[in-house]
């Protein structure tokens, strides 16, 4: 299947935002969106009038980016979402952050939501004891995350134990840092879930 695989700062930039797709790198000077506040390309500066469609496709672009889901899997994702009782934004926000990729990097495993993907695929995060290579595989409450037991002493694993102190967890996860292991709490509300994306666009594009 087809990845995106250019500078994740690239896509900021075309965003006109701040994606948080280089985990630390955005906290700091050397963030393009920080030198350069024009999207990329040779006509980036040129006025261009944004319509309502314009606006939607934007904020679905976004929130893929954001998550690292390509359109196939995004749209699924929706379709799922629409069968849900409740709102379809709400749930399409709840189904992407319940991602095993996305859990692991909000329990502190990876500076980013990419690296957190590559630690999921290369075997190294486990579900119920169990390793799960699936990034999208959707956790349940109860579930504990953890890492594989032969990982414990590789780098990423080192990294993790040294920065995860400074790492906030959202209420609805928890974590015991001795044991570098994770427990989901409950499904994350529509407050719990730290993100600027606009649902209500994402619903408008996906309804014409």
Not at 71 to 76: A, C, L, M, N, S
Not at 149 to 163: F, W
Request: overall charge positive; proline content about 5%; aromatic content about 6%.
């Amino acid at each position: 299947m087809a990845r995106y695989t250019g500078p994740a700062c690239r896509i900021c930039r075309r965003q006109g935002d701040k994606l948080m797709l280089k985990g630390d790198k955005c906290f700091t000077p050397k963030c393009p969106v920080e030198k350069r506040h024009t999207p990329p390309g040779q006509h980036s500066s040129s006025r261009r009038k944004v319509s309502e469609y314009s606006l939607q496709l934007r904020e679905k672009q976004r929130a893929r980016s954001i998550y690292g889901v390509l359109e196939r899997q995004f749209r699924k994702h929706f379709a799922e979402a629409e069968r849900l009782p409740g709102l379809s934004g709400e749930n399409l926000l709840q189904i992407l952050e319940m991602r095993l990729d996305n859990v692991a990097y909000r329990l502190g495993f990876a500076d980013s939501r990419r690296q957190a993907r590559q630690l999921v695929l290369h075997g190294h995060i486990c579900v119920n004891k169990r390793v799960t290579d699936i990034p999208s595989y959707q956790v349940k409450v109860g579930n504990v995350i953890s890492w594989k037991e032969g990982s414990t002493k590789m780098a990423p694993y080192l990294v993790a134990v040294k920065n995860i102190e400074s790492k906030t967890i959202p209420s609805w996860l928890s974590l015991e840092r001795d044991t570098m292991s994770g427990r989901v709490l409950a499904k994350p509300t529509r407050s719990d879930i730290e993100s600027t994306i606009d649902e209500r666009l994402i619903v408008a594009f996906y309804s014409r």
